[in-house]
């Protein structure tokens, strides 16, 4: 027994040394390299740590994730994204009442789908006509994105969206963009429109082909327009797919 606990003890001090001598730094990510040993592996691992962005999410601890869209008139899981905008029918709108409910309820944060795999779009894009701006809600003016930022800012709620990278408006469209072949070139972010400026004249240049081109300029729109992100808008690389979201009294 003796014998035992001296063999674990020089072990666990073998196990510190190897961790000391290495002077492994606390990191988001630590790469683990062909040559290392299970006791490598285990320090590294138990040096990662999460970054301020993972950090501040798993603060939000209590979150409210909304998606509306076609599918609460259609009754479906899945939009085909063949859908007529008019079959969103909504008549009244009342994002107070969402966040009041929310921060109520104790929530830090609500995320809105703005636009889901069908590509039907919540907010006033220059770059649709698939969207709220072809129904009849406040006579194609309405704008949910806008409506739920302002209610956000009142009730001190962070703000967070949901932006698909899959479009099946845009694969099932004839003149559609998702998948056409189009070449990668260079281009500007976002793409003027004649009679629709932006007020943010903050301006990107990426390689892309038509549809991620599409992609880009929604995602300008919606961090310096919709959610009234102003200067503080900017494109993140990387996270398409990934809720932004935009701090409380910043939106």
Known sequence: MRHTFILLLGAMLSLQGQAQDKQLPFQNTIKVEAGDSHADIIAKAAHVVPSPNQLAALQNEFIAFIHFGPNSFTRLEWGSGKEDPKVFDLKELDTDQ??????????????????????????????????????????????????????????????????????????????????????????????????????????????VDDY???????????????????????????KADRPTTIPPGKN
């Open 212 to 238: 991620n081109e599409y992609f880009l300029n929604q995602l300008f729109e919606i961090l310096t327009e919709s959610t009234k992100c102003g200067s503080t808008g900017h494109i993140p690389s990387g």
């Open 98 to 207: 969402w966040c009041e409910a929310m921060k109520a309820a104790g929530m830090k944060m609500v995320i809105l789908t703005v636009k889901h795999h069908d590509g039907f779009v919540l907010w006033q894009s220059r770059y649709t006509k698939h969207g709220i701006m072809s129904t009849g809600f406040r006579d194609g003016k309405g704008d949910i994105l806008k409506d739920l930022s302002e209610s956000c800012r009142k009730y001190g709620l962070k703000l967070g969206v949901y932006l698909s990278p899959a479009d099946l408006y845009h694969i099932e469209n004839p003149e559609g963009l998702y998948g056409n072949l189009s070449p990668y070139t260079k281009r500007t972010i976002p793409r003027e429109v004649p009679g629709r400026p932006f007020a943010n004249k903050t301006r990107f240049e990426f390689v």
